[in-house]
């Protein structure tokens, strides 16, 4: 069975920095597709970031270029987002997804963990 | 910036047929933004129904069904249940390792 964990929200200040894991198991993770989602409270959906399943490439949206980065460590099955001089609107669940490859989707979400950047 | 567009809310009876649609815009939605649709209860995580345009994810039942309508993706739920009730996410693939979702629809069934 796909699992998707993810951990490391909580509360920071503006400007301060945080970074969220997302443990997977049930699927190769090392030649899968993943990225995070971000849903700020009582809005919609937003695409994050994605490091791509042959591991050459990573993006991100224009919201976070420059101040987030994606990684991931595949001897820990293990996704991670670095994210640096956090805003108030950085505030939202975010979630983990797994790609499914040739489709340009995600057939997996994790359970999300919640960021609030905050004074 | 392209905005990817979805109704605010819809309703439908128990029972009933709905399609709720995905535009762009600007520019007509076809199969080479790989449609896909997602659907998420207050609390959840989002759960993915259609990918691909009109392929089913694993699991889903086969009153969802996608397809293209027009210029628009479109999610189509016929013998609408109860459970049914979500907002409902399409998301497009906008190339160069880019991807935008609409502003979701919230669907009632009543």
């Known amino acids: 069975e796909v699992q998707l964990l993810e951990s490391g929200g909580g509360l920071v200040q503006p400007g301060g920095s945080l970074r969220l894991s997302c443990a997977a198991s049930?699927?190769?993770?090392?030649?899968?597709?993943m990225s995070w989602v971000r849903q700020a409270p009582g809005k919609g959906l937003e695409w994050v970031s994605l490091f791509s399943r042959d591991g050459s490439s990573t993006y991100y949206a224009d919201s976070v270029e420059g101040r987030f980065t994606i990684s991931r460590d595949n001897s820990k099955n293990t996704l991670y987002l670095q994210m640096n001089s956090l805003r108030v609107e950085d505030t939202a669940v975010y979630y983990c997804a797994k790609h499914l490859v040739g489709t340009k989707s995600f057939d997996c979400w994790g359970q999300g963990t919640l960021v609030t950047v905050s004074s | 910036q392209t905005v990817v567009t979805q109704e605010p809310s819809f309703s439908v009876a128990p029972g009933g047929t709905v399609t709720l649609t995905c535009g762009l815009s600007s520019g007509s939605v076809s199969t080479s933004y790989y449609p896909s649709w997602y659907q998420q209860t207050p609390g959840q995580a989002p759960r993915t129904l259609i990918y691909?345009?009109?392929t089913r994810s694993s699991g889903v039942p086969d009153r969802f069904s996608g397809s293209i309508l027009g210029n628009r993706a479109a999610l189509t739920i016929t013998g609408a249940q109860a459970d049914d009730e979500s907002d409902y996410y399409c998301m497009l693939y906008m190339g160069s390792g880019n991807w935008v979702f609409g502003g979701g629809t919230k669907l009632a069934v009543l």
């Open positions: 691909s345009t009109k």
């Open positions: 049930g699927f190769t993770f090392s030649s899968t597709g």
